[in-house]
């Protein structure tokens, strides 16, 4: 393994596929020692086995992220396997939203709200908390996507989180970027996981969209999404703080 990240621990929430799986095994490969947080314990575990296996340091945590004394204990969990946290990537989420906003209910916009914001907020909360008691900085990035910064069809409720999730990382920057904690957004483009052939099955006529909006030609990878997040939490990003990075293909140049 390359020791990029040697001697740094990583936290990756929603780490059991998509692009959380692809950034955990990134940042293992870069020498990291990585907690792989997802709802789903089991696929999380699996996560972290496979990095183990290929000789790398890894535990997998069950934790809702919605949940605040769950989001407490992954934080002390982490701590008690590897003794500190240098690094967190905030990337659980859902998509549940796939109407006009006048079709949307209220327990949707309650779900969506209470995961891809309450989450992220949680996961802040506890992670500063125990970079600052370790005094030496360490570096977040939270997931949004190119839709907290541009609207999209049928997702009004789903684009409201992202928006808000670029909100929380700039107020974070500006107020712990003193403290040496560095705290940015990834925005990506629509990435091949799981979650999108759904949604592409579910409407195949979305994949010409899709192919006419990246001018880059194709989807973006997890892989893509993994390198990015990993340069924003290296030193060669030492200068960039509150910054809401989109990784897209191109779509919000047009």
Same mark, same amino acid.
Not at 88 to 95: E, K, L, R, T, V
Not at 194 to 213: G, S
Not at 219 to 225: R, V, Y
Not at 230 to 252: E, K, M, N, T
């Given at each position: =393994?390359?020791?990029?990240?040697?001697?740094?621990? &990583?936290?990756?929430?929603?780490?059991?596929?998509?692009?959380? !799986?692809?950034?955990?095994?990134?940042?293992?490969?870069?020498?990291?020692?990585?907690?792989?947080?997802?709802?789903?314990?089991?696929?999380? *575990? &699996?996560?972290?086995?496979?990095?183990?296996a &290929?000789?790398?340091?890894?535990?997998g945590? @069950?934790?809702? +992220?919605?949940?605040?004394?769950?989001?407490?204990?992954?934080?002390?969990?982490? +701590? &008690? /396997?590897?003794?500190?946290?240098?690094?967190?990537?905030?990337?659980?989420?859902?998509?549940?939203?796939?109407?006009?906003?006048?079709?949307?209910?209220?327990?949707m916009?309650? !779900?969506? =709200?209470?995961?891809?914001?309450?989450?992220?907020?949680?996961?802040?909360?506890?992670?500063?908390?125990? =970079?600052? /008691? *370790?005094?030496?900085?360490?570096?977040?990035?939270?997931?949004?996507?190119?839709?907290? *910064?541009?609207? %999209?069809?049928?997702?009004?409720?789903?684009?409201?989180?992202?928006?808000?999730?670029?909100g929380?990382?700039?107020?974070?920057?500006?107020?712990?970027?003193?403290?040496? #904690? /560095?705290?940015?957004?990834?925005?990506?483009?629509?990435? !091949?996981t799981?979650? =999108?052939?759904?949604?592409?099955?579910? %409407?195949?006529?979305?994949?010409?969209?899709?192919?006419?909006?990246?001018? #880059?030609?194709?989807?973006?990878?997890?892989?893509? #999404?993994?390198?990015?997040?990993?340069?924003?939490?290296?030193?060669? @990003?030492?200068? #960039?703080?509150g910054?809401?990075?989109? +990784?897209?293909?191109? +779509?919000?140049a047009?």
């Amino acid at each position: =393994m390359s020791s990029g990240f040697h001697g740094k621990v &990583a936290l990756v929430t929603g780490g059991a596929g998509g692009i959380g !799986r692809a950034t955990a095994l990134a940042f293992a490969q870069e020498g990291a020692q990585v907690a792989v947080v997802d709802i789903h314990g089991a696929a999380a *575990q &699996a996560v972290a086995d496979e990095i183990t296996a &290929a000789g790398g340091q890894a535990i997998g945590i @069950a934790t809702d +992220v919605s949940r605040g004394e769950q989001v407490e204990a992954m934080v002390a969990q982490v +701590v &008690a /396997r590897f003794g500190r946290l240098d690094i967190a990537f905030n990337n659980a989420a859902i998509d549940i939203e796939h109407e006009a906003l006048d079709k949307a209910t209220e327990e949707m916009f309650d !779900r969506l =709200m209470s995961v891809n914001v309450k989450g992220v907020w949680l996961c802040l909360k506890h992670e500063i908390a125990q =970079m600052l /008691r *370790q005094g030496e900085g360490g570096a977040i990035v939270n997931t949004s996507s190119i839709g907290g *910064q541009k609207a %999209a069809p049928r997702q009004p409720l789903y684009g409201a989180t992202k928006h808000a999730v670029i909100g929380l990382t700039k107020a974070a920057a500006i107020e712990y970027g003193r403290k040496g #904690i /560095r705290v940015n957004a990834v925005c990506p483009g629509v990435i !091949r996981t799981e979650m =999108m052939e759904r949604a592409i099955a579910r %409407a195949p006529k979305r994949q010409q969209y899709i192919d006419r909006i990246h001018p #880059i030609g194709r989807l973006g990878e997890a892989e893509d #999404i993994a390198r990015a997040v990993l340069f924003l939490c290296s030193d060669d @990003a030492a200068f #960039i703080l509150g910054h809401p990075l989109a +990784v897209d293909g191109g +779509v919000l140049a047009g």
